[in-house]
């Protein structure tokens, strides 16, 4: 049984250019969520996507967008990167059965993002 | 301030010590979540609590939820080298299903 596999797992960009992140959520899951940490910190939400729609959003600029396709694998789109968004890009899968519903997210290891 | 605030931030003890990590939120909890990260890797999920007073328990690992759902601690018992990595607790405070994390605490276990 798969868990959360996330791509690539290293990356790096130069300042002012676009990235797209991915993430297979673990099998059975239908909700992914997209989390940054950055060094010495804990997670930040990002944003959260169930039934192909955003359903939640963190305090992150429209730079970051994303999608989620009909298999629930979801892509984390980040444009315009600055030094700042040097980060490591975590997503979570979990089964939902409804707002609230308390049901663990399992994450995946990470994708590493470097801004030069 | 952090919503959640975990204390201690580092720790480190001997082999066979026993440890306690506490999460403290200003706001009553709908689900505390505690995880185990190791240095530049994801998170692996050890225990969830939502009622007030429960504990659960995981090998050497118990994890308790105060009365109030504002409080956790996680305990660990004749610690190991294994034991090592950063715990991070996160809570849903909204019944959203969206989790705040507080900033981790980082435990060296030495022989």
């Known amino acids: 049984d798969a868990g959360v596999t996330q791509s690539p797992t290293h990356l790096i960009k130069t300042r002012g250019q676009q990235v797209t992140l991915r993430c297979s959520p673990k099998?059975?899951?239908?909700?992914v969520s997209w989390y940054q940490q950055a060094l010495g910190q804990g997670p930040q939400f990002i944003f959260q996507?169930?039934?192909?729609?955003?359903?939640q959003r963190g305090n992150f600029p429209d730079r970051f967008s994303g999608h989620q396709f009909p298999n629930y694998s979801s892509e984390l789109n980040v444009n315009a990167l600055l030094l700042g968004d040097s980060a490591l890009y975590l997503c979570?899968?979990?089964?939902?059965?409804?707002?609230?519903?308390?049901?663990?997210?399992?994450f995946g290891d990470g994708t590493r993002l470097s801004i030069l | 301030s952090q919503e959640l605030e975990q204390s201690p931030q580092s720790l480190i003890v001997q082999e066979g010590k026993n440890l306690t990590i506490n999460c403290t939120s200003s706001?009553?909890?709908?689900?505390l979540y505690w995880y185990k990260q190791k240095y530049g890797e994801g998170l692996i999920f050890l225990m969830m609590?939502?009622?007030?007073?429960e504990e659960k328990s995981h090998e050497k690992i118990t994890a308790k939820l105060d009365e109030k759902k504002q409080q956790s601690s996680l305990h660990i018992t004749a610690s190991q080298p294994s034991h090592a990595g950063i715990y991070l607790c996160?809570?849903?405070?909204?019944?959203?299903?969206?989790?705040?994390f507080g900033t981790g605490t980082r435990l060296q276990v030495f022989p």
């Open positions: 979570a899968s979990s089964f939902r059965q409804g707002a609230g519903s308390n049901q663990p997210q399992h």
């Open positions: 099998s059975g899951h239908d909700t």
């Open positions: 996507y169930y039934e192909e729609e955003e359903r």
């Open positions: 706001k009553t909890l709908y689900g």
């Open positions: 609590l939502q009622k007030g007073g």
């Open positions: 996160g809570a849903d405070m909204g019944n959203t299903d969206k989790l705040i």
